[in-house]
């Protein structure tokens, strides 16, 4: 295991479209986090699940976006009718317990033209 | 909910010198204070962490100290070196709370 992957790297797509994104954490981390990350910025919390129950999100997470983490694995992250205000970095992150630091991806850069 | 603050911005300093950058924090509540470093186009890496029951960690050329009274932390970067140059973010969370508030990070630039 080497580490959190997160595919693709990078994705542009149009206004509107949908898209949607993996995460791989840790395999015996049982927390994951989904952060968004503009330029010049720090993360932003988007949302976390412990094994496969979503149990925080953001206000920042709209009713376009969701994520799901069906078997305590992986995630998705997914983005519906994209808006331009949507670029950023998609940053995913495991941990083990409450009690100890992320370990980040290295994310996903969204580009809506 | 939690606010974190972070300055300086930017910050340079001649190679073999120190780095300071500092943060503060809205909530009393919070209990852990992780550093990340993240070069350019790249991921965010734990540095160092604190927790507040503890006032000041050190490994190696890296120290974090913690005032829960003033509600700030700060991280010192000792015999700097060029490969320290980076961006630095400070987080907090919230005992019982997931998610981690991060600061707007500081540019630190390392001149040889």
Redesign the interface.
């Given at each position: 295991d080497t580490g959190?992957s997160q595919d693709p790297r990078h994705k542009i797509t149009k206004r509107g479209q949908n898209v949607t994104f993996r995460c791989d954490p840790i395999s015996e981390h049982n927390?994951l986090?989904w952060y968004r990350q503009t330029l010049?910025?720090?993360?932003?919390?988007l949302t976390?699940f412990?094994n496969e129950a979503q149990?925080?999100k953001?206000r920042l997470l709209s009713d376009r976006f969701s994520a799901e983490r069906p078997k305590g694995s992986f995630s998705t992250l997914e983005i519906q009718r994209t808006e331009q205000g949507d670029s950023a970095m998609y940053?995913c992150a495991s941990s083990l317990d409450?009690?100890a630091?992320?370990?980040?991806?290295?994310?996903t850069r969204l580009t809506v033209v | 909910g939690e606010n974190?603050e972070?300055h300086p911005s930017t910050l340079s300093v001649q190679e073999g010198d120190s780095a300071v950058i500092k943060c503060t924090y809205s909530d009393s509540a919070s209990n852990?204070f992780?550093w990340?470093k993240q070069e350019l186009g790249?991921?965010?890496?734990?540095i160092i962490?604190i927790?507040s029951n503890v006032g000041e960690k050190k490994d190696q050329r890296i120290a974090v100290t913690l005032n829960k009274t003033a509600k700030h932390f700060s991280l010192h970067i000792t015999e700097t070196q060029p490969e320290d140059s980076a961006v630095y973010?400070c987080?907090a969370r919230d005992f019982?709370n997931?998610?981690?508030?991060?600061?707007?990070?500081t540019r630190l630039t390392i001149i040889p």
């Open positions: 959190v927390r986090y010049g910025q720090g993360p932003e919390f976390y412990q149990l925080e953001s940053l409450t009690g630091g992320y370990t980040f991806g290295s994310g | 974190v972070q852990y992780p990340y790249k991921r965010p890496q734990l962490d927790r973010f987080a019982g997931e998610k981690l508030t991060f600061g707007t990070g």
